[in-house]
């Protein structure tokens, strides 16, 4: 573990647990196991893969509270493209 | 006309009763006409915290049962105008009341008086359906922390479902020092999670403590921080545009200490 990283933003516990929430709020709102937000993460990634390279591991999913409903957000970075259509 | 604003939170302990009790007193001291219903019945707390437990002959059980009348079982606070409590039962449970046995009781309250408080009992089960039955609005009570905002965040849910479409966030026990130093969630964070309109900051003041002691609201001893932010959530829910101040945090020892951390 780095030391310094005790000191840096990152590690402060109001940080940790800013985002412990988001993970389990996005949980609780979508009423689905983990595994199965795994495997949409994994299974949209694929569908998206045919045309971008992705990163995989930092594809990031997320409800968002908008009035009434949620909005659905997904982040999915990308190194660079594969085809050009 | 009023309304019947329920105050709730899913967890326990942070600050509805203390809340309910101030926020009531405020709104009366502004000159609004108000009554405070504990909805938290076999565990009322709502008469202790606003000193008039000795006072207390009917509650709203009463009432339902038709044994008394509505205007008879209310307790009139004495040291404000047009300020009456509704106590819960004791010696009963939750279940023995119907939800829509509560929105009745609460449809009669909003025809005589402008605001109808009404306090839930932490949990998601009967007590809460039970006082958020009669609801047009609710405001919620999370304090900065993950399983107070995780249960927030499940409550905000069920009200939408019920079809409350007015919901406002107080966060209580907000203290700027932790904050500060990165140890505790910020308002903007708590914010950006549950994404519904705030409506206040409530600090961590220790006169809640002496004032449950005394059973006398805070806002009556003006001047601390705590009493300062419930009559300010107080004009807002009256309609003043009231502006939510930033939070100083005025320890001296901590504000060097942070200069030493950031400065790392
Ligand atoms: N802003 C504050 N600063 C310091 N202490 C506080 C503050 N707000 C509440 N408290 C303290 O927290 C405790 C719980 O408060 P309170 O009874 O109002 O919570 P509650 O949500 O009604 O609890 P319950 O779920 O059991 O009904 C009390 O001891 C009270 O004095
Ligand atoms: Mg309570």
């Known amino acids: 573990m780095d030391f310094r990283s005790l000191f840096t933003r990152k590690s402060k516990s109001s940080n940790i647990a800013t985002q412990r929430l988001q993970l389990i709020l996005t949980q609780d709102r979508f009423e689905v196991s983990e595994d199965s937000m795994k495997k949409l993460q ?4 694929e569908v998206l893969a045919k045309y971008f390279e992705f990163t995989m591991n930092s594809v990031k999913m997320s409800l968002k509270r908008e009035g009434n409903s949620y909005v659905l957000m997904a982040d999915f970075p ?3 493209s594969k085809k050009n259509r | 006309m009023g309304k019947v604003i329920v105050i709730t939170s899913g967890k326990g302990g942070v600050g509805k009763t203390t809340s309910t009790a101030n926020l ?12 405070v219903v504990d909805a938290d019945v076999g565990l009322r707390n709502l008469d202790v915290v606003m000193g008039l437990e000795s006072r207390v002959v009917y509650t709203s059980m009463d009432v339902i049962e038709k044994r008394c009348d509505l205007d008879k079982a209310l307790v009139k606070d004495r040291r404000v105008e047009d300020l009456m409590l509704l106590a819960a039962s004791q010696r009963n449970r939750k279940d023995d009341i119907k939800p829509e046995q509560m929105q009745e009781v609460c449809e009669k309250l909003k025809e005589e008086y402008d605001f109808v408080l009404v306090d839930s009992p932490a949990g998601i089960e009967q007590g809460f359906r039970n006082a958020a039955a009669g609801a047009d609005e609710a405001i919620i009570i999370t304090t900065p922390d993950v399983s107070a905002i995780r249960d ?8 939408q479902h019920q079809g409350i479409d007015s919901i406002n966030l107080i966060i209580n026990r907000l203290s700027p020092t932790l904050v500060k130093k990165g140890n505790m969630i910020s308002k903007n964070d708590v914010l950006d999670i549950l ?11 220790t006169g809640v403590i002496a004032s449950t002691n005394r059973g006398v609201p805070l806002v009556h001893n003006d001047g601390s ?19 939510i101040p930033e939070m100083r945090d005025d320890n001296f020892f901590s504000n060097i200490l942070n200069w030493f951390s950031r400065n790392k």
């Open chain 2, 195 to 205: 994404n519904i309109d705030l409506l206040g900051v409530v600090p961590e003041d």
């Open chain 1, 78 to 80: 990308f190194n660079q």
């Open chain 2, 225 to 243: 921080p705590g009493a300062e932010a419930y009559i300010r959530i107080a004009r807002r829910m009256t309609g003043q545009r009231v502006p």
């Open chain 2, 152 to 159: 927030a965040d499940r409550i905000i849910g069920l009200l």
């Open chain 1, 42 to 45: 994994f299974e949209l990634t």
């Open chain 2, 24 to 35: 009531g007193t405020a709104l009366a001291m502004i000159g609004k006409t108000v009554v």
